[in-house]
């Protein structure tokens, strides 16, 4: 993250040496189940808390291009919106104790300690680093850990083995209680995670993505989301994350690719430009760089796109931070087309708004109609104008190409389904 908060932490000494005797060669795509949970008992502020991590994620490339980081430097990120997620199971350890994990695009780092408490074992090592990750904007974070980093064990799927990985294990820690989740496993580029270690804070992390490929597990340093909209406060194994390619059964057609934009901050991270259309004909936002982020809820659009598109839709400000739109301006609704890496993306208008079923987890109105794209908070011309986050992805299918500078979408059985 930009955040949500996930940390893996690589340990120094260990940054080549990848241990590969207990490995098995794969040359296939693994694929991992993922639970869709909604905690109902959290907060419910989910628009502020999308819209501060879209300001993080900005703030914490200009820190570093900035401002020089010494050993003891309090490193902010941004924080992932644990209101509705994405879990993964994944145990780390010899033998694995198993953890759930938020998955998140927008960071690099994975942590655990917020649940579950981190069991020792015979492949647990601790280093010298230490780490404090504050999330959230301005002088009063809203969470935050200070932890110590392991090299240890993980182990996605039998055969599917890291044997020295670098985590970080909260000691200390607060904003995260009552959520059902143990840490979040950070799957963003690894350029991220430099600066994250104290006292090394001049090396990277390589991520479990890197660390698969690098050790022959997997043929592609490639991974790949697929998300679906579901109705049910209940969790649910509805969505999919893939290591070393591309699940064939999850999308139709083919995949667009489209390179990492050249546009900063959006290309720390998985950024691209697009455009996008209300319509036939209304132009809601040029040609921009922005990200696709799993740790956000919304899409989320710069603030002059946001007024065009309320004022195309005709929909007012809710108190619950939703846009709220009537039955008949629903039936007249029209859909969005993203425009990007030369294909147009149809969001249509049920996948425009909020589950119905859904409304009382916002505090909202059984009978109102509520549309899921927001406000990221700033103007255009920010370098960060837009973020795909899951009401996107639950519609296409993504594929993040870590060798090739590059994200693939592509559409899916869900794309026009008319759930919400």
């Known amino acids: 993250m930009l955040p949500t908060a996930s940390l893996f932490f690589r340990f120094l000494l260990f940054a080549v040496g990848i241990a590969a005797n207990s490995v098995v060669i794969r040359q ?46 309090v490193v902010s990120v941004g924080v992932t919106n644990v209101g509705v997620t994405y879990e993964v199971s994944v145990g780390v350890g010899n033998p694995a104790t198993n953890y759930t994990f938020i998955i998140d695009t927008g960071s690099s780092v994975t942590w655990l300690g917020a649940g579950k408490p981190y069991v020792k074992t015979k492949s647990s090592m601790q280093t010298l680093n230490d780490v404090v990750l504050l999330y959230g904007s301005g002088p009063e974070p809203s969470a935050g850990i200070d932890g110590t980093e392991f090299i240890d064990t993980v182990t996605i799927a039998p055969g599917l083995v890291i044997p020295r990985q670098s985590i970080s294990v909260a000691s200390e820690l607060f904003g995260f209680e009552g959520f059902s989740y143990d840490g979040i496993l950070g799957i963003g580029p690894v350029d991220l995670t430099l600066g994250k270690l104290s006292p090394a ?62 546009t900063s901050p959006s290309n720390r991270y998985w950024g691209i430009d697009q455009s996008i259309r209300y319509g036939t004909s209304t132009t809601i936002l040029a040609r921009t760089a922005g990200i696709v982020d799993t740790g956000s809820l919304f899409t989320l659009i710069a603030t002059d796109a946001f007024n065009r598109y309320r004022a195309a839709t005709g929909a007012v400000l809710d ?37 119905r079923a859904l409304n009382e987890f916002i505090n909202g109105t059984s009978h109102y109609i509520y549309l899921i794209i927001n406000d990221i ?44």
């Open 28 to 73: 296939g795509p693994v694929s991992l189940p993922l639970a869709r949970h909604i905690n109902v008992t959290g907060p419910n502020d989910l628009v502020q808390k999308d819209r501060a991590r879209a300001k993080n994620l900005v703030s914490n490339i200009q820190a570093k291009a900035g401002v020089a980081r010494g050993p003891g430097t």
């Open 377 to 420: 908070g700033a103007p255009s011309g920010q370098g960060l104008d837009f973020i795909n986050g899951y009401t996107f992805l639950e519609r296409f299918y993504a594929v993040f190409d870590t060798a090739q500078h590059r994200v693939g979408l592509a559409t899916t059985a869900f794309t026009k389904a008319t759930s919400n």
């Open 201 to 262: 804070v001049d090396s990277t992390i390589p991520t479990i993505i890197d660390n698969l490929f690098s050790q022959g597990t997997i043929a592609s340093n490639v991974f790949s989301v697929s998300f679906e909209p579901t109705t049910t406060t209940s969790p649910v194994k509805n969505g999919e994350l893939t290591f070393g390619g591309t699940d064939h059964s999850k999308y139709t057609g083919n995949v667009t690719y489209i390179p990492i934009t050249a």
């Open 319 to 355: 108190s619950t931070g939703f846009l709220r739109i009537t039955p008949a301006q629903y039936s007249n609704l029209k859909s969005l087309f993203f425009t990007t890496g030369g294909t147009t993306f149809e969001l249509t208008p049920n996948a425009q708004i909020w589950p």
